[in-house]
């Protein structure tokens, strides 16, 4: 193998499987498809079995990392969102991101899976398939850099995302779909009905800074982008005039979900926030039929006069209604005014590990 296509053997690998991810099937998934390709291609990895919630998160905030050349996650997007945050808690953290970072599909939400598949230019592919491609990228240890975005939430917590930051019905898909988990990806598609059914209008102010006013190259840390919450966004922002909402979607990566091709021309570094939002209005029937075609990436070509696209920089949102979601990542996170900032390639593994 050409070691200029940055393969490097034998190299160590962490593990770490979500064994409740998914339909809870993610170790099984792993024995039966990923154990034998990785002894195959004569991967030496550990593996670590997550016993609860942020388990992963405290493992990579105290390991040693320079005996990994990569840390893995088997699971959905939930869990690698706690190891890149676990990352950017160490003091060592501008090394520590760097550490080449993989994702195998295992959760019921697989959105960077999937993305990180469409990037590779591979024909679609879903379950057991998503898992083999992904399997095999890791194998050959193919690197790339990814985009993190910095949340700041009212509490004046400071969380990092590399997937997606959503307000209004997205969220309540996300959470409310959790109890069908064990019916896989489809979850998602039962929320969606299910949510459809009790559309409701989420009323808040939305803001953003719009591509063109910046370079995009912040290398520090500082989110030199963002005002303090409590003061207002500066002149050179976009002020959305509609309050009523029925989603707002900020993304960075190309897939929502295995089947949701949301922002087809996303690409892992290309340094943008992708922010969809949806005003009141929309009837039933044409939020559904925007899902639908997104599963193509033809949501755009619909035609609708409530779905607005915008590439930003940076982003301010202050719900106003009383109760409701907000989810980074597809986590739920705390409810209330809430602001981002991309980085532009901030995990940037070395190409050759
Ligand atoms: P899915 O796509 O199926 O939701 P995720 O990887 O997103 O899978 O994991 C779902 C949630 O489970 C995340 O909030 C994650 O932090 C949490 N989690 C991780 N490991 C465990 C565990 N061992 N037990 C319970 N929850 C866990
Ligand atoms: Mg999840």
């Given amino acids: 193998i050409d070691p200029t296509l940055g393969v490097r053997r034998p190299c160590r690998v962490m593990i770490l499987v979500n064994p409740h991810s998914g ?3 993610a170790l099984h998934l792993f024995t039966g498809h990923m154990q034998g390709m990785l002894t195959e291609a004569a991967v030496p990895y550990t593996l670590v079995i997550t016993e609860h919630q942020n388990h992963a998160r405290e493992v990579v905030r105290k390991a040693d990392l320079s005996q990994w050349d990569a840390l893995v996650i088997m699971s959905g997007d939930g869990l690698l969102f706690e190891v890149i945050n676990g990352l950017m808690e160490r ?3 501008r090394e520590a991101i760097q550490t080449p970072l993989g994702i195998l599909p295992g959760g019921s939400g697989n959105a960077l899976a ?5 990037y590779s230019q591979s024909p679609p592919a879903w379950n057991e398939e ?3 491609s992904c399997g095999f990228m890791l194998c ?3 690197v790339g850099s990814l985009d993190l975005v910095s949340v700041h939430l009212a509490s004046r917590q400071r969380l990092f995302s590399f997937l997606s930051l959503a307000w209004g019905f997205v969220a309540d898909v996300d959470i409310e779909s959790e109890k069908y988990r064990h019916v896989g990806a489809i979850r998602f598609l039962m929320g969606t009905l299910v949510r459809l059914a009790s559309l409701r209008v989420y009323q808040g102010k939305l803001a953003y800074l719009p591509v063109k006013e910046v370079d995009g190259k912040a290398r520090v840390l500082v989110d030199s982008l963002l005002p303090d919450l409590d003061q207002p966004v500066p002149e050179s922002w976009t002020v959305v005039r509609e309050e009523d909402f029925v989603l707002v979607l900020a993304i960075y990566q190309s897939h929502l979900a295995e089947d949701l091709w949301t922002a087809p021309g996303a690409m892992a570094d290309d340094g943008l926030i992708h922010l969809f939002y949806v005003t009141a209005g929309i009837s039933r029937p044409a939020l559904l039929r925007l899902f639908l075609a997104m599963e193509k990436g033809a949501h755009m070509a619909c ?3 409530h779905l607005v696209y915008e590439k930003v920089k940076a982003l301010r949102l202050e719900p106003v209604s009383p109760q409701g979601m907000i989810t980074v990542d597809g986590e739920m996170v705390e409810y209330g005014p809430v602001q981002a ?3 532009p390639g901030l995990h940037h593994p070395p190409t050759a590990w």
């Fill in 23 to 25: 339909r809870g099937q």
């Fill in 91 to 93: 003091e060592d953290w």
């Fill in 114 to 118: 999937a993305s990180v598949h469409h």
């Fill in 130 to 132: 998503l898992l083999l």
């Fill in 140 to 142: 050959k240890g193919l």
């Fill in 303 to 305: 035609g609708c006069p």
């Fill in 341 to 343: 900032q991309i980085h």
